[in-house]
């Protein structure tokens, strides 16, 4: 069965910076597109970045655009979001989420597997 784990979160200081990891296992992880989703307290779950099958596309919200980067090691059935220059309102579960396809997608209906989530807590 297909596993999806998430590593990295923790609480930071407004400025600060943290890697997440996923780390991916019961898929083909090379064929599968990835993303990284949020969700606030009392907030739907958003998209925040998503990779393709290869790494050699990827997208962002316009609200992490230029702080977060996306990546992939498929040697390594791993994913990670690098996020920057954190502030307070990027306080939320972060997922993570795979896909059958091979397409990198922002809609999180187009995702067929999920992570537990990661707490991340910015303070200001």
Known sequence: QVQLVESGGGLVQAGGSLRLSCAAS????????????????????????????????????????????????NAKNTMYLQMNSLKPEDTAVYYCAASRGVVARSWRNDYDYWGQGTQVTVSS
């Open 26 to 73: 019961g898929l083909t992880f090379s064929r599968a597109a990835m993303g990284w989703f949020r969700q606030a307290p009392g907030k739907d779950r958003e998209f925040v970045a998503t990779i393709n099958w290869s790494g050699g596309s990827t997208d962002y919200a316009d609200s992490v655009k230029g702080r977060f980067t996306i990546s992939r090691d």
